[in-house]
């Protein structure tokens, strides 16, 4: 717990709470939390915005990726599949032409 948090609950205790040392607590206690987390998680560190705006570009990356593959994906199927439709009409209505 922070020393400023300490000193604030010690407050609270002292006069009772009013709304500015209550929503003092509260900001304090919140920002302790917030600090904790991103310790916890690696990202206190001065580098972690920077870490954090490149992992946001890998993943905008990896999306885009995903989508164009999908695109590829469906256009080689619709490709393959007017080949067979275009062969079936040619068979059905031409097939003197491959004999």
Known sequence: MSAVLEQLLGQAADRGVDAATLRAIVEEA??????RALTRLGLADAGAGR???ELRELLGSWRAAKVSAWKALWGWVARVLSTVVLAGIAVRWGGEVWK
Not at 30 to 35: F, L, Q, S, Y
């Open 30 to 35: 919140g920002e302790a939390a917030a600090t």
């Open 51 to 53: 870490d954090v705006a």
